[in-house]
Nanobody, 128 residues
Framework: QVQLVESGGGLAQAGGSLRLSCAASGRTFSSYTVGWFRQAPGKEREFVAAAAWSGGRIYYADSVKGRFTISRANARNTAYLQMNGLKPEDTAVYYC?????????????????????WGQGTQVTVSS
């Protein structure tokens, strides 16, 4: 069992930055793919970024590519999402997710059901 706790959300102005953290319990964090998803009011949860457990592969949604950076510190059981150049359309609840030794293929990493564990979410609000 893995528990995920997100932090770092809040209010930012357009063009600003926030850094989200995802702290995970457990001893084998390096065997988990970590993903970030977000859900805006009235919309479905969507993929933002993923760092695969194997091969150092990283993927981004087109909407955040070049602005967001996902990273992980396996020794600290923590993953991060650095968000720069924030836009009002980035406003959403952001969720951290983890999946044990998942596929490393792009489509799989973008799919919600690939992930076994989810955090409670952290609100990000970007004002214009």
């Amino acid at each position: 069992q893995v528990q995920l706790v997100e932090s770092g959300g809040g209010l930012a102005q357009a063009g600003g930055s926030l850094r989200l953290s995802c702290a995970a319990s457990g001893r084998t964090f390096s065997s988990y793919t970590v993903g970030w998803f977000r859900q805006a009011p009235g919309k479905e949860r969507e993929f933002v970024a993923a760092a695969a457990w194997s091969g150092g592969r990283i993927y981004y949604a087109d909407s955040v590519k070049g602005r967001f950076t996902i990273s992980r510190a396996n020794a600290r059981n923590t993953a991060y999402l650095q968000m720069n150049g924030l836009k009002p359309e980035d406003t959403a609840v952001y969720y951290c997710a983890a999946g044990y030794r998942t596929t490393t293929q792009t489509m799989g990493l973008m799919t919600l059901r690939t992930y076994d564990y989810w955090g409670q979410g952290t609100q990000v609000t970007v004002s214009s």
